[in-house]
């Protein structure tokens, strides 16, 4: 492909992005192809000479879009989102087509440099403790990292290698790997699998500890769990708090759980890959109480801050614990600039050595929307959960079991299968898409304002289709009831029918048995 050739595909790549997006809400939210259809529509080997590109677009259209499940449409409300923005994809389109790696300051200057700005603007805007800020008195600082699952993987590994280093010193009785083999790590019931998986990674044990009834794990069951251990001779040596769970966004008690983990010398990691959004908004403070005990936290900007994934945000008190856990020499990375404050080489940050350019979509996205921009737009998804609650509440049939931010959930009255049934039902049909979680032991739908653009008319839409499911699937119920008691009722006329005819033998047997005994008594 020529330079020429590439202007015009990149033209229509754009044309076709407007084009889906403008349409985006008119398509079934989720796919109807069945497992393997792409295997039927492709060739089994790539193709031996070049393809023209009006022809790949093509098959774009009419082989890839039909298997897209539509993550920027309004009317998902799975999961979390994944909103994008319109300068979000430009910045993708420029990041790709600068085509840097940035995994020290020599290999870009500006890409580094970038990161550290952006994620100090990132941290003052989410009015994080100073002490996590490049721009802070301390040591703290940011990365752009690919997830959420990789940045708590990073953060639990920094806190076994600096568990390990104190443990040699503190208990040189124990060799290092008696040492490793006591580690143990926690996190709520209700946490990512993100975190189990840390601790499968990093070969430590990693216990998921109960919360209570209203999913929020508490200071008190950490300390129990660690001294429990520690009675075993382990050796406790991070717990992950979540803020925003997966299946309610419910927030782990950082206030209590954050002195227990200094009292015990335990790392506390915060995982707020999506309630971290609202740290910008003052009328949630309250949910930050106790954030100044973390030793790191993350946050997902490609969840709940309009850059496209893959970006999530972590921080971290003392990044030189990442440079003394991670650091790896060798004479062709070395470079003279090595260890200035302001332009860390981010390779020891992170489990790669290669790195996008990723703070060039964040830095597009922040000055295209500025602070207050966004902070309207989080409102406005957290007020669109409380219309669809305001809709829920006009239907006694319905149970709106809670919200939290741009999350409502709900049930319908009656036992767990009715509402998985609905959810099913709701899910079959396609034009919206919500998962299932449980609270309070019952299960629960899950709805989250997801989409690039979601607006009241959308949520009026999801309504609509909840309640013509509902009334279809409420309607048969209690049809069948009917028919359950029209059965029991046939069946007993049947036993009564039978009874009489029982009655009737039993009566002309002893009639006939009287006969008898009248004759006997004749002869
Ligand atoms: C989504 C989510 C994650 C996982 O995020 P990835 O970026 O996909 O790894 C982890 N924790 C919480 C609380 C989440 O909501």
Known sequence: MDINEFKEFGHAAIDFIVEYLETIRDRPVLSSVEPEYLHDLLPSEMPEQPEKWQDI?????????????????????????????????????????????????????????????????????????SHFL?????????????????????????????????????????????IRSKLVGYGSIHSNSAIEKSGLLAATKMRLLDADETSIMRGETVEKAIQADLAEDLIP???????????????????????????YSVWMHIDAAYAGAVFCLPEYAHIMKGIEYGDSINF?????????????????????????????????????????SKAPDYRHWQLALGRRFRSLRVWITFRTYGQQKIREWLRKHISLASLFLEYLATDDRFEATGQSLALAFFRLKGDDTLTRKLLDRINDRKNIYMIPAFYQNKVIIRFVICGLDPVEKDIEYAWNEIKTVADELLAENEAAEKLQIKLSENAENEIETVKDKVNFVTENISQSFSICEQEKTVH
């Open 300 to 340: 997902n900007l490609h969840k709940w801050m309009l850059v496209n994934f893959d970006c999530a945000a972590m921080w971290i008190k003392d990044a030189g614990k990442l440079t003394q856990s991670f650091n790896v020499e060798r004479i062709y990375l070395d470079h003279k600039y090595q260890g200035a």
């Open 57 to 129: 677009m093509e098959d774009l259209k009419n082989q890839i879009l039909p298997g897209l499940t539509h993550w920027q449409s309004p009317h998902f409300h799975a999961f979390y989102p994944s909103q994008s923005s319109f300068p979000s994809i430009v910045g993708e389109l420029l990041t790709a087509g600068i085509g840097v790696v940035g995994f020290s300051w020599i290999c870009s200057p500006a890409a580094t440099e970038l990161e550290v700005i952006v994620m100090d603007w990132l941290g003052k805007f989410l009015n994080l403790p």
């Open 134 to 178: 490049p721009s802070g008195q301390g040591n703290g600082g940011g990365i752009i990292q690919g997830s959420a699952s990789e940045s708590i993987l990073v953060a639990v590994l920094a806190a076994r290698e600096e568990k390990v280093r104190e443990m040699k010193i503190k208990r040189p009785e124990l060799t290092e790997g008696e």
């Open 237 to 263: 040596y991070i717990c992950v708090t979540t803020i925003g769970t997966t299946g309610t966004c419910a927030f782990d008690n950082m206030e209590e759980i954050g002195p227990v983990c200094k009292k």
